[in-house]
């Protein structure tokens, strides 16, 4: 996976560069609206925020336009490499096991690597919106921090669970494509045996298909925890602003609330990238080091 | 197709609850500006929307997940029977995963999932809409430019959209098939087009991506065309106190929630590219399965 990665490191390292870029660009998008806004209100429009709203959102246009393309080609390139790797190392003749590696696993693990450097991005952006919030009002370093921390408890408590649904999930789907791969053998055998093939197939599809939903539904559950969990912190935070600064209910508000609402986006992103590159690590052993 | 009315009856319920939190905010500003008393009941009413609405998402997300996982089974199994059938020369091993699982899979998000976030997205720029058409009927404006945008590039780009993977899913699934038919046994020897077939491949997917990208970033200035007719509207009226200061602040929201909602539906239009093609050929497949019936 190492040489994988260093063959793709040019890529890499422009589409770090590129995202972080996009994402600063986002974090000053909402002080220019509530710039904008204020000024508005106050009577004293500025005529520079427009222009600089504009230039800023082109420049973001542009740099997410070129991280999309670069992350889409790294990911089909990466993917293709894992299969070369495949087919030149894997000497297993179980061809279920095979189909499973090149058609779903390299897939997965390809998009884990835009998924690492999705997490880079918005990591970032989550931490620059906590500076800037704790900056703004220090009543908001409190609540944010708990967050934090419960994040890293919450990761590591759902890690075990989370990778045995991911292990299941894929022996199932293996043992599901090598019936496919039987079948099609036994389509110029006598019919019975056929049939009974066919039987076999019905019986690995629907557990397949069952594996993967309860992998979903833990996967979702897990998720949505922290997110339900991190609107009661806004929740919270909306009620500690009013009550201890209520001057802020104004203008300002939609300044915080929109750094929030990133802050909140940003975590939740990184929590469930992380949860889900728990599942994929499980296909990275299988693909190389055979297990 | 019920349980695609479910799911719309589902996106309407969670925007209207996410639309509920900036009404009763706007609500909250105005009363302590005029009264400087803290609006307990408007502020309850906010942090309640907060709440109930990630509650909401993660019941449809569930809801969403099982009947993903029915569709599945019910199209994976009408494949099968007809890729493989009894005495009948069939597909390589390769390209029949491909048709069951790779193409089924790569466009089940438009059996149902896309009812529910369309529906999402469509209640919520409505809704936001009708709000500030009542705020004052001349900051509609705002989101009508910015709709109206992104259904000129829609109109403008539906063509070279529709088609636009093709090249690069028929070449992606013909080189994974074939490397899955050469790696068989312990004795095959490797699969020497690989590099060839590899460049043309990324090519491809090259200048694909670059091509959608570049229109998707486009499309998304649709933001900056409302947020700018919107400060600018908004001086107007308040400089002739057409618009109160909590209105005015209150309908820069909704202009955000029209402008979010608009930006998704445009990311779910270039998103789908692939899962549309892959879709088109399993309707192909299950057409050609009527046909031999």
């Keep these: 996976m190492n040489k994988i990665i260093k063959n793709c490191r040019i890529i890499i390292i422009i589409s770090i560069t590129v995202s972080l870029l996009a994402a600063s660009l986002q974090i000053t998008v909402p002080y220019l609206i509530s710039s904008g806004i204020k000024a508005t209100i106050q009577s004293d429009p500025n005529p520079f925020i427009i222009p600089i709203l504009a230039l800023t959102f082109f420049c973001k246009a542009a740099m997410q336009g070129c991280s999309e393309t670069l992350n889409q080609f790294l990911e089909a390139k990466i993917r293709l490499s894992i299969i070369e790797?495949?087919?030149?190392?894997?000497?297993?003749?179980?061809?279920?096991?095979?189909?499973?590696?090149?058609k779903e696993e390299s897939g997965r693990v390809a998009s884990s690597v835009i998924q690492v450097l999705e997490l880079t991005a918005s990591g970032c952006l989550t931490l620059a919106t906590f500076i800037l919030l704790t900056f703004e009002n220090y009543f908001m370093a409190g609540p944010l921090l708990v967050f934090f921390a419960l994040s890293y408890f919450y990761i590591t408590f759902s890690a075990n669970k989370v990778s045995n649904a991911y292990k299941l999930e894929i022996e199932q789907?293996?043992?599901?494509k090598s019936s496919i791969i039987h079948l099609?053998?036994?389509?110029?055998?006598?019919?019975p045996h056929f049939i009974l093939k066919a039987k076999i197939n019905n019986y690995?599809?629907?557990k397949s298909i069952k594996t993967r939903y309860r992998y979903e539904w833990l996967s979702i559950s897990l998720t949505s925890g922290p997110e339900i969990f991190v609107a009661v912190i806004i929740a919270m935070s909306l009620l500690l602003i009013a009550f201890l600064s209520p001057m802020t209910l104004g203008p300002d508000l939609i300044y915080y609330l929109g750094y929030i609402g990133m802050f909140a986006l940003g975590a939740n992103h990184s929590i469930h990238i992380s949860l889900s590159l728990i599942g994929t690590k499980n296909s990275i052993t299988r693909i190389f080091k055979g297990v | 197709m019920i349980h695609n009315f479910g799911f719309i009856a589902l996106g309407v319920a969670s925007a209207s609850v996410n639309l509920s939190s900036p009404f009763f905010l706007g609500q909250a500003i105005d009363y302590y500006q005029k009264n400087h008393e803290l609006p307990i009941l408007y502020l309850l009413a906010t942090c309640s929307a907060f709440i109930l609405a990630p509650c909401i998402r993660f019941g449809a997300k569930i809801y969403l997940a099982r009947s993903n996982a029915s569709t599945r089974l019910e199209l994976k199994q009408r494949s099968v029977n007809f890729l493989i059938q009894h005495d009948k020369e069939s597909l390589s091993e390769?390209?029949?995963?491909?048709?069951?699982?790779?193409?089924?899979?790569g466009s089940i998000y438009l059996h149902h999932n896309i009812y529910y976030d369309i529906s999402t997205s469509i209640a919520a720029i409505l809704m936001a809409f009708i709000t500030i058409f009542n705020y004052h009927y001349l900051l509609s404006i705002a989101p009508i430019a910015a709709i109206a945008f992104s259904s000129a590039i829609y109109i403008l780009t539906r063509k070279i959209l529709n088609n636009a993977y093709g090249k690069?899913?028929?070449?992606?699934?013909a080189l994974t098939s074939k490397i899955l038919s050469a790696t068989h046994t312990k004795t095959s020897r490797p699969f020497i087009e690989f590099e060839t077939?590899?460049?043309?491949?990324?090519?491809?997917?090259?200048?694909?991506q670059l091509k959608i990208s570049s229109l998707e970033a486009i499309s998304g200035l649709s933001f900056l065309i409302g947020i700018s007719l919107l400060l600018y509207i908004g001086s107007e009226l308040l400089a002739i106190n057409a618009l109160t200061t909590g209105e005015f602040i209150a309908s820069a929201m909704y202009v955000e929630r029209i402008l979010i909602p608009l930006g998704f539906l445009i990311g779910i239009y270039f998103s789908t590219a692939e899962a549309l093609y892959r879709r088109s050929r399993v309707?192909?497949?299950?057409?050609?399965e009527k046909a031999h019936e």
Excluded at chain 2, 94 to 105: K, Q
């Design chain 1, 184 to 191: 099609k053998h036994a389509s110029s055998a006598p019919l």
């Design chain 2, 94 to 105: 390769g390209d029949i995963i491909e048709f069951i699982d790779n193409d089924i899979d």
């Design chain 1, 85 to 102: 790797h495949i087919s030149t190392n894997d000497l297993s003749n179980d061809k279920g096991k095979l189909a499973t590696l090149i």
């Design chain 2, 197 to 208: 077939l590899k460049t043309s491949v990324l090519d491809t997917l090259w200048r694909t």
């Design chain 2, 283 to 288: 309707h192909a497949l299950h057409g050609r």
């Design chain 2, 168 to 173: 690069y899913i028929e070449e992606n699934t």
């Design chain 1, 173 to 176: 789907e293996q043992k599901y």
């Design chain 1, 204 to 206: 690995h599809l629907k």
